[in-house]
Nanobody, 124 residues
């Protein structure tokens, strides 16, 4: 079965950086688009970023407007691992972050399954 295990969350000061990782197993990682979602207290699930399959060239990526130019998504198909580099973190980035497997290979695919999440707290 699909397993997605996030790591790398924690407490960071405003302006700081964190890198989230997601170890995937139970499916052929390289042929599915992947994404990061987040859910802040009292709010709904938000798509932060997604990435399609590499396909031998640079993968396509998307970002929520609120994180553009601060976050970077990447994947390593040799390690079945998804990453989210988060820079210039703001208090409003505080949320539980979820790694997600999409239903297809394109960035327009829908959410299929997600991990248990990792808490990111941005506070001084």
């Amino acid at each position: 079965q699909v397993q997605l295990v996030e790591s790398g969350g924690g407490l960071v000061q405003p302006g700081g950086s964190l890198t989230l990782s997601c170890a995937a197993s139970g499916f052929t990682f390289a042929i599915f688009a992947m994404g990061w979602y987040r859910q802040a207290p009292g709010k709904g699930l938000e798509l932060v970023s997604s990435i399609d399959t590499n396909g031998g060239s640079a993968p396509l990526t998307t970002y929520a407007d609120s994180v553009k130019c601060r976050f970077a998504i990447s994947r390593d198909n040799t390690k079945d691992t998804l990453y989210l580099q988060m820079n210039s973190l703001k208090p409003e980035d505080t949320a539980v972050y979820y790694c997600a497997k999409m239903t297809g290979w394109t960035i327009g695919s829908k959410l299929d399954s997600r991990g248990q999440g990792t808490q990111v707290t941005v506070s001084s």
